[in-house]
């Protein structure tokens, strides 16, 4: 069984993070594996440390989060 760490998201996929002490809905905009210019900064990532690009459905903003950080939602809810 995959370790939580591990977990495969994928575009288009439902998440939430927080920030700010709030819980933020929102979804996978891409998987980012190498360094890049994302969401007005420059973001550290490779295939094996990859970070995720998110966008809010509050704010409609770009984000960019460890997989750590987003709680995948479940398909039922």
């Known amino acids: ?3 939580d760490k591990d977990k495969k998201l994928s575009k288009g996929d439902k998440v939430s993070w927080s920030s700010h002490g709030q819980t ?3 979804k996978v905009k891409k998987k980012i594996t190498s360094d890049a210019e994302v969401a007005g900064r ?3 990532a ?3 440390e990859p970070q995720y690009e998110v966008e809010s459905d509050k704010s409609g903003r ?3 989060h460890k997989p750590k950080s987003l709680r995948k939602k ?3 809810s």
Do not use: I, L, Q, R
């Open 46 to 48: 490779s295939k094996d």
């Open 62 to 64: 770009n984000a960019v």
């Open 24 to 26: 933020v809905p929102g």
């Open 42 to 44: 420059t973001v550290k």
């Open 1 to 3: 069984m995959a370790k």
């Open 74 to 76: 479940s398909s039922g």
